[in-house]
Structures are given as C-alpha cells and as structure tokens.
C-alpha cells in the first residue's frame, strides 16, 4: 500500500505531503478527509475496496471508481498501511460497539429501505437481550427422543437387578 503510485491529477494536500515526510500518523490522520479516513477503517476490515467506499459513504453507483482513486491515494494507502500494520489494530478493527455502531447508521440512515432497517433493529434487539431464542427438541414424529428413553430404561432395569441381587442376598443370609 505504502508505494502507491502517486496520481499528478489528483495531487495531495501539502498537509498530508507533510505528513508523509516524517511519517507522523497523527498528522496524516488529520489531513485526511472524514470519508477518506472512513475508507481506511472501513478497508481495514475486509479489505474490499468497493464495499468499504460504500461503507464509507461514497455513492454506490461509483464505488469502485472511488475505491481505486482512493487506494491510488498515497496518504490513503499510507494509513491504511499503518491501520493493518499492528495486531492490536485488527483485534480493535471489529469489535462489538462497532457493529453497534454500523447497524445504528443503517437503521437511522436516510433512505435506507424498510427490511435493512427492521432487520438491523432485530440485531440490536438481540444484542440487548429483548428476543430469547428457545429450540425445542423432540424425536422422531415429534416423540421423546430415544437416546432418553433407552437411558432412563437401562438404569431402571439396573436398578431393578441391583434389587433382585440385594433380596437373593438377604434370603441366602436367613436361610443359612
């Protein structure tokens, strides 16, 4: 990602030049747009460029475009480069506030058709417990199942020759 080639139609801003200069992430940070630091978070996490421009809120009708500019972008490829690079920085990547977060973007998203939201306010709901989800298991037409029945059956019928035994033993001690 680092050795992007560099696009003279599309020249970086002095801020980020200066970033990559001293390499100082911070500043890159800061030089990069809002959608273009989405892109890299979002790129980080699946590395699928089209979807992470979506993601990222780039129009879908020209995300693929926007993703190849994007990945074009030296200070983009830069700090994606430094979001991949620490171990830490993917366990982080994915985590439970931010698909949270995602599913609370989709769900408040304007425009976002009506199943995408109802379908995210069931994750969030479940994620909050509101849903139990309970699976019954029956046998073979809808009966016990048998694996049961023939345990509970052996260790009636060991404890019923454990019975026998005791009484044969204790008729064997009166009678002698």
Known sequence: MANAPHNPNRPESQAVQRALETDDMAALEIA??????????????????????????????????????MLHNRGVARY????????????????????????????????AKDGDKLRGLELLARHLGMFVDRTEITGKDGGAIEL????VEEEAQH???MMKQLKERQERKLNS
């Open 32 to 69: 990069l747009s809002p959608r273009m630091r989405a892109f890299c978070r979002e790129y980080a996490v699946d590395f699928n460029a089209t979807a992470a421009a979506i993601r990222a809120g780039y129009a879908i009708k020209h995300a693929s475009q926007q993703a190849s500019i």
């Open 159 to 161: 404890f019923t020759n």
């Open 148 to 151: 049961e029945n023939r345990r």
């Open 80 to 111: 994606i480069d430094h979001l991949t690079q620490s171990k830490a920085a993917k366990l982080v990547t994915v985590d439970p506030e931010y698909v949270i977060q995602k599913v609370t973007e989709i769900v408040t998203k304007e425009g």
